[in-house]
Each structure stands twice: as structure tokens, then as C-alpha cells.
């Protein structure tokens, strides 16, 4: 076989090779439901992954200021500002999270229970998917369902989360309504309870 | 030609030359959403209840009274200024559309509360649906409270009734509802 035969097989064998070795681009909908499969799997450094680089850099600055303005450095998983500082944003976050709600009960209850649907997605440009899902889930019995949206934002082929920089967006990854409902339903449904056997 | 021949002739070309301009006529959700919002920028309350689904009224209703119902509830202070009613029997008496307007209007007619309403900013970005009869629409809301701006991506659903898109509770609203403090609870 000729050398020119050679490049030709060559170069069709990269063509086809191509394809599978670059990751198969995941829809807004599947990168949503793996971002809050990964919630309920308590995995934070693949939640962190799926983050988009906007949102960890606007969480960080969030934090600085509150740690600026609380004063209060003996609570803040991060120490002084200036290991704050020194963190990239992506460990920031991680070390944040890890040291806050996952410590919780009720968190790791609601997020356990966490089931999410996505009905769809609005464009907005070609960078920006805000994804419509149905949300639900569960505390001390009570269930409570949610509709929400969440943006997503392309970085380089791939669809990343962009909760925002609000802290409580940050923490709760975006289900801050579903979340309360849940806690003021669990509430709620908790003062009726007493209530009921106050009464008998 | 026979009179029901006439007749029937008659109602067909009524409703071919009405049907386009009824279908004309309806709003598309992102269309709603937007005026819904209009409605609490210019105060105008009761065009904003006229927006809301009668199913979401009438529930609001149940709970409203169903508050209302607890002991001591209607001797609250603001209760009567709240919704022009003295009694839970007047209350039920009341369209559900009328209380809702009402319940705005105690909440939002404020002048503090009319001036951030007035500078709130909405984009209708666009809509998703639900099987045939339940969109919800995306919007982008921008939102001066206190010198801190808030800029969010909202989604409100919506269904249709009479063949018009009406406004849903939205799950956070009805959450709301649900856990609203019993009238007097923190007395105990």
C-alpha cells in the first residue's frame, strides 16, 4: 500500500475516532438533572463541576463581603479572609459547602428526597438555557412540589449551571422556593399536628 | 329559502367572520404575563385579579376563609381594614376576585410599595409547556428594594380558561398561603 493509501486510512480512522472522543454534548435538561442528581448524591465536587465559572466567582466575592461585614471569623469554614482569598473559586465553594448545610439533617433530608423533571427550555441568545423542571420533595412526611427554572450558560461546547452569585441561591443550588416551601409546609403541617392534640 | 336554511347560513358566515378575530384576540402567554405585570406597575388591581385563574381565586378563597375561620381571627386588627368585611359570613359572600383585589390593594397599595412596583422592570423571555393547557412562562425580573437591586430569572405557570391564558398560584405563593402565621399565634 502506498503511502498516500496510508494517510487516507489514517485520516478516516482519526474522522471517525473523533467523535467519540470528544464528550457527547449533554442537552440544558440532562446537565440539569445531573446537577441535582449529584446534590442528592451529596457528590459536591461534581456539583462544583457542573457550576459555571460566573457563579463560583460571584459566590466567592458574596462570601468575602459577608465575612467583611459579619466581622466574625471564628464560624466561617474558611478561617481569616486571607485563606479566603487564596482559594480559587471552585474550592471556595467546595470547602463552603462542605462545611455548611451538608451538616444539616433537615438539608440531607430535603436534598435525599429531591426529585427533579425538566418540562423544557427557553433560549435566551445562544449562550444562555434557562431550563423550566418540576421539582419535589419531602420533609418530615410532607411533600411539596415546585415549578423553577435555573439558567444554564455554554462554556466552550459544554452547558454549565449559573445559579447566580446570591448566596442562598449558591447553597441551596438554586431551590431556595422549593426548599422553604417544604420547611414552612413541614412547619405548618407541624402546628396543626399540636394543635389537633391540644385539642383532644 | 326556508327560514332555518337562512338561519343556519346565517350563524355559519357569524362564525367564520368571528372566528379569526376571536383567535386574533387571544393573548399568547408571554402576552399575559406582561400585562399581568402592567397591572401592578399602574396599581390597577382589579385588572390584575380579572388576569388570575378562577381555580387559583377560588383557592385562594378556601384559604383565606379558612384562616379567617380560626378563633379570634376576625377581631384581629387589620382584618376589617384588610378586607372590608367583618365577618367570615360576609368574607364567603365576597367573589373570590373581589377578595383577591382586595388583599393586593392592603398589601401593595402602599405608596412604598406602589413606588417599587412602579420601577419594576419584566422581560418576557419565552415559555415552556405542560401537556396542552399549562405554560409556564420565563421572564427576567429587575427589582429596586432599599437601594439593592434584585435580578432574577422567574417562571410563573399559567393555564387556560375560556379559552384565554390565566395566571396560576405560582408553588412559592401557595407555600406562602399555606404557612401564613394563625392570627394571634404569637400570643401564645
Same mark, same amino acid.
Given at each position: ?43 459536591l465536587d461534581?456539583v462544583v463541576a457542573?457550576t ?27 478561617? +481569616? ?9 471552585d474550592?471556595?465553594y467546595l ?7 451538608? +451538616?444539616? +439533617? +433537615? ?94 | ?188
Amino acid at each position: 500500500m502506498g503511502t498516500g493509501r496510508w494517510l487516507a486510512v489514517c485520516a478516516a480512522a482519526v474522522l471517525a475516532a473523533v467523535p467519540a472522543a470528544l464528550p457527547a454534548q449533554q442537552t440544558p435538561e440532562q446537565v440539569v438533572q445531573a446537577y441535582y442528581g449529584h446534590y442528592r448524591a451529596g457528590e459536591l465536587d461534581r456539583v462544583v463541576a457542573l457550576t459555571h465559572p460566573r457563579s463560583l466567582e460571584a459566590f466567592k466575592s458574596s462570601i468575602g463581603r459577608f465575612m467583611a461585614f459579619a466581622g466574625d471569623e471564628e464560624d466561617s469554614p474558611f478561617g +481569616e479572609m486571607g485563606d479566603l482569598e487564596s482559594l480559587p473559586a471552585d474550592s471556595a465553594y467546595l470547602v463552603f459547602m462542605q462545611g455548611a448545610g451538608q +451538616e444539616e +439533617e +433537615e438539608y440531607r433530608e430535603l436534598f435525599g428526597a429531591l426529585q427533579v423533571q425538566p418540562l423544557g427550555h427557553v433560549l435566551q441568545g445562544d449562550s444562555v438555557a434557562h431550563v423550566v423542571f418540576e421539582a419535589s420533595t419531602e420533609l418530615s412526611g410532607v411533600s411539596a412540589r415546585e415549578v423553577m427554572v435555573i439558567t444554564l450558560r455554554r462554556q466552550g461546547s459544554q452547558w454549565l449551571v449559573d445559579p447566580g452569585g446570591n448566596l442562598l441561591d449558591m447553597v441551596a443550588g438554586g431551590m431556595m422556593p422549593l426548599l422553604m416551601r417544604a420547611g414552612m409546609e413541614a412547619g405548618m403541617s407541624g402546628m396543626l399536628d399540636d394543635e389537633e392534640d391540644h385539642d383532644h | 329559502m326556508p327560514m332555518t336554511r337562512r338561519m343556519r347560513r346565517g350563524l355559519l358566515l357569524l362564525a367564520v367572520c368571528a372566528l379569526p378575530a376571536g383567535a386574533a384576540a387571544q393573548e399568547t402567554p408571554e402576552q399575559v404575563v406582561q400585562r399581568y405585570y402592567e397591572t401592578f406597575r399602574s396599581g390597577d388591581f382589579a385588572a390584575n385579579a380579572a388576569i388570575m385563574h378562577p381555580s387559583a381565586l377560588e383557592e385562594l378563597r378556601t384559604t383565606l376563609v379558612g384562616f379567617a375561620e380560626l378563633p379570634g381571627a376576625t377581631e384581629e386588627e387589620g382584618f376589617t381594614e384588610m378586607f372590608g368585611v367583618r365577618t367570615v359570613e360576609e368574607m364567603r359572600a365576597l367573589p373570590p376576585a373581589v377578595l383577591f383585589e382586595r388583599m393586593l390593594r392592603s398589601q401593595l397599595g402602599g405608596d412604598e410599595m406602589r413606588e417599587i412596583l412602579a420601577g419594576t422592570e419584566v422581560s418576557v423571555l419565552g415559555h415552556v409547556m405542560e401537556g396542552d393547557t399549562t405554560a409556564h412562562v420565563v421572564y427576567r425580573m429587575r427589582m429596586s428594594v432599599a437601594q439593592q437591586t434584585m435580578d432574577q430569572v422567574q417562571v410563573m405557570p399559567l393555564k387556560r380558561a375560556d379559552g384565554q391564558w390565566r395566571v396560576l398560584l405560582t408553588g412559592s405563593f401557595a407555600g406562602m398561603m399555606n404557612a401564613v402565621p394563625r392570627p394571634g399565634s404569637e400570643d401564645e
